[in-house]
C-alpha cells in the first residue's frame, strides 16, 4: 500500500467529523423535503392552481434538470478549485431560499390570483432547480474529496437513508396539515417549515473541514472544457454507455411524475394518504440506499442500477394494473427503490470515472449531457397524458426500463472494478 499524502491523513482524520455534519446536513435537507416535496407535496399544490398534467409534471422536471444542467459548464471552475467549499456554501444559498418564495407566493394567491401564482410558483422552482445545478459539482467534488473511495458508496446511501427518514416523517405531518388547514395557507405553512429546516441544514454543511489540495496540478493556460469532454467521450466507451443509462433513466421512470396524479384522479386519493405513499416512498428509498450504498462498494454499483431498472420496470407495470389506492404502496416502494438506483447509486459509480483533475467534468457531462431527457421526458408524458391517458406513460416506462436493463447488463462495467484492473497491470509492469 501506498503511504498516505498530507491532505488524505488530514482528511482521514477529520473523517469522523465530516461524517457526523454531512449526515446531519443530509437529515434537515430531507426534513425539509419531506413539507415541500417534489413527489407529492409541490405537485399537489400546482394541482390545486391548475387541471394542466403537463405543469404538474413540470415540478420535479424543472427541479431535475435545473440540478443537472449546469454541471458540465461549470466543471472547468470546479476542476481549478483547491476548496470546493466556498463555493458550495455561496451557491447552495440558492436552492434553499426559494422556499420561502413559494410560502409567500402561496400566502398571496387569493390576492394575486391563480394565473401570477403559478408564474411565480415556476419562477421560484427554476430558480431553485437552477440553484442546486451551480452547488452540484463542487458539492459531489468535495464529498469525494473528504470521503475516502471506498466508502462512498455506503456515505451516499447513508446520507440519504437519514434524510429519507425524515422525509418519511415529516411528509406524514405535512400531509395532516394539508387536511387540517385551509388552502392556501396548509401549503404556505408547509413550505415555511421547510425553509426553517432549509436553514438549519445550512449550518451543518459549513461546518465541514476540507483541506486545501496543494498537491493538485492545475494547468496555466487551462483549455476550455469541451476540449476536455471531447476526449473522454471519445476515448472512455464504457463511461459512453453508462451515459446512455442515464438518458434513458427519466423516461423509464416517465410513469412516476404521475402516480400521484393518477391516483388523484382514479382513485380519489386524499391527503392524509397521500402524506402516507410518501412516507412508503421515503422508507423504501432509506432501506435502498443503505442496503445498495454498502453492497455497491463491494460488489461494484452496477449490479445495484440492474436491480434498480428491474424495480422500474415491475412499479410501471403494477401500475398498469392498479385496481386500487392499495396497489400504490408496491408501486411507489419499488419507485423508490428506482429512484435510489437512478440518483444515489447513479452518483456512487459516477465520481469512480476518472481522476481527481477530471472528475468534475465526469460529474458534469453524466448530469448536464442528461438534463434534455429529464425535461423532456415529462412534457412528453404530461403531454400523453392530456391527450392519451396514463396508461401510454406506463407503457413507455416499460419498454424502456427493459432497454436500460439490457444494456446495463450486457455493456456497461463497473469502473472501479477496471481501474483495480489497471491498477494492478502497472504494478506487474513496473515490477517486471
Keep these: 500500500m501506498l503511504p498516505l499524502t498530507d491532505i488524505e491523513k488530514t482528511i482521514r482524520q477529520d473523517l469522523r467529523h465530516n461524517l457526523i455534519v454531512n449526515l446531519l446536513d443530509g437529515g434537515f435537507f430531507g426534513a425539509a423535503l419531506g413539507f415541500a416535496s417534489f ?30 444542467l449546469p454541471q458540465l459548464f461549470t466543471a472547468g471552475h470546479v476542476s481549478r478549485l ?48 437552477l440553484g442546486g445545478g451551480f452547488t452540484a459539482n463542487a458539492w459531489i467534488s468535495m464529498i469525494s474529496k473528504i470521503i475516502p473511495s471506498d466508502s462512498r458508496g455506503t456515505f451516499f446511501g447513508g446520507q440519504s437513508a437519514v434524510a429519507n427518514i425524515l422525509i418519511s416523517v415529516a411528509a406524514i405531518g405535512a400531509g395532516y396539515l394539508l387536511e387540517s388547514l385551509a388552502s392556501p395557507l396548509n401549503f404556505a405553512t408547509c413550505f415555511l417549515i421547510a425553509s426553517a429546516f432549509f436553514t438549519v441544514s445550512w449550518f451543518m454543511l459549513a461546518q465541514t473541514r476540507e483541506p486545501v489540495d496543494t498537491e493538485k496540478v492545475i494547468d496555466e493556460n487551462e483549455p476550455p472544457f469541451w476540449h476536455g469532454a471531447k476526449r473522454i467521450l471519445k476515448q472512455d466507451h464504457n463511461f459512453d454507455w453508462f451515459l446512455a443509462t442515464r438518458f434513458l433513466a427519466p423516461f423509464a421512470t416517465l410513469g412516476f411524475s404521475f402516480y400521484i396524479l393518477y391516483a388523484l384522479r382514479r382513485f380519489e386519493l386524499n391527503p392524509v394518504t397521500a402524506g402516507y405513499l410518501t412516507a412508503s416512498l421515503t422508507i423504501s428509498q432509506t432501506v435502498a440506499n443503505i442496503g445498495m450504498g454498502w453492497i455497491g462498494d463491494r460488489i461494484g454499483h452496477r449490479h445495484m442500477l440492474i436491480l434498480g431498472s428491474v424495480a422500474a420496470l415491475i412499479s410501471s407495470m403494477l401500475a398498469w394494473f392498479a385496481t386500487s389506492i392499495a396497489w400504490f404502496y408496491p408501486i411507489f416502494i419499488l419507485a423508490g427503490i428506482a429512484n435510489v438506483s437512478i440518483w444515489t447509486t447513479g452518483i456512487a459509480m459516477m465520481v469512480n470515472f476518472g481522476n481527481e483533475k477530471d472528475r468534475p467534468l465526469y460529474v458534469g457531462l453524466a448530469q448536464t449531457l442528461t438534463a434534455p431527457a429529464t425535461i423532456g421526458a415529462p412534457l412528453i408524458g404530461g403531454l400523453i397524458v392530456d391527450l392519451i391517458g396514463f396508461q401510454a406513460t406506463f407503457a413507455i416506462s416499460i419498454l424502456i426500463s427493459i432497454l436500460m436493463t439490457i444494456i446495463l447488463f450486457l455493456l456497461v462495467r463497473d469502473p472501479q472494478k477496471q481501474l483495480s484492473i489497471r491498477s494492478v497491470g502497472l504494478l506487474e509492469d513496473t515490477a517486471n
Design 39 to 68: 413527489s407529492t407535496i409541490l405537485p399537489l399544490f400546482v394541482a390545486s392552481l391548475t387541471h394542466s398534467a403537463i405543469l404538474i409534471g413540470l415540478v420535479p422536471a424543472i427541479h431535475s434538470v435545473g440540478w443537472q
Design 82 to 129: 483547491r476548496r470546493y467549499k466556498p463555493h458550495v456554501m455561496l451557491m447552495t444559498i440558492h436552492e434553499r431560499v426559494p422556499f420561502l418564495g413559494i410560502a409567500v407566493t402561496a400566502l398571496l394567491i387569493p390576492t394575486i390570483g391563480i394565473k401570477l401564482g403559478l408564474f411565480l410558483t415556476f419562477l421560484c422552482l427554476a430558480w431553485q432547480g
